[in-house]
């Protein structure tokens, strides 16, 4: 039971979906402050110095990021003063009250050239400013030396949020045609997934126990299995909902190479992550990507049909 626990970026994906998963979790805290951006911007070293010092939580929770891969190659002072510094600030903040962080990072901390699925011991090499910037906030959080979890996932999207799941049902309300990339494979992870499986593992947090974990669905798939699951799944659910159909079909998705769509930021050709550390050392399970996605197409607001 916490007595008070701070919690950033409640617009982003995951702390959205933290704020509502929290709110049907009531006997795990006291108080929850949801903070935005307006509320407190982490480039900002002397504003979370100062809202720590004055929440005063027992627990803090991260899940806020600079998350625009691509703007991060051209802006990298901002990517790391969030990225980097901030998670810091706030665990040196968390430390001086005896306090508690969770923090997330992200699958581009490796380099993608593993055969087979990355353990968290694996070796990090980051290809892109953004992976940099993660690794460096790990880092930094490891040094102040607090209780903290710091749970690495991927290719994260849910029913809210700009995400590749609400992109691929405009794109294909839009167009009969999609070109999607399929050389890299990963794991979709829905937002919910996460929020439910760090609201279950903050109820088994024991002690001063410390780590990186692996936090993503099970199964993997590539960007191209997953817009053609989008388009068959939002298929079969149309008639029941009564949703926009599709333009596109599944026939007409095409099979892109990494090389046919030049990003500014180079993304790992293999995202697999090894959840067994989690599920060793946590009672969880976490739905395979599939069971997910079906899960927020359920939960689509009417608004995005
Ligand atoms: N998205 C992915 O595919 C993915 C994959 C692997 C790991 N991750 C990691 O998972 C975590 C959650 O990601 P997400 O998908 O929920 O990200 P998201 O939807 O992009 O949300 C990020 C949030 O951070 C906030 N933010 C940005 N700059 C800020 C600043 N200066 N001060 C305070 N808040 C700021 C944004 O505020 P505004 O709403 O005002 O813009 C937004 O609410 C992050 O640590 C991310 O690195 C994400």
Redesign the pocket.
Known sequence: MYNKILL????????HELQRVFSEHHALFGELVCL??NQ????DQQAIRDVVQTIKPDLIIN?????AVDNAETEPELAYA??AVAPGVLAAEAAKLGARLIH?????VYAGNKVGLYVEDDATAPLSVYGKS?LAGEEAIRSVGLPHLIFR????YGAY???FLNTILRLAKERDQLRIVADQVGAPTS?YSIADTVVNVLDQWQGDASGIYHLVNAGYTTWHGFAIAIVEEYSRLEAVKGWQPLKAQVENIQAITTADYPTPAVRPANSRLDCSRLLRDFSISIPDWREALIAELQALPLANN
């Open positions: 950033t970026g409640i617009n982003g994906q995951v702390g935005d951006r407190l911007d982490l480039s899940p806020a990021a600079y998350t969030i990225n997330f990072s992200t699958d581009y993660k996932t991927s290719w994260v949020g700009k995400n937002s």
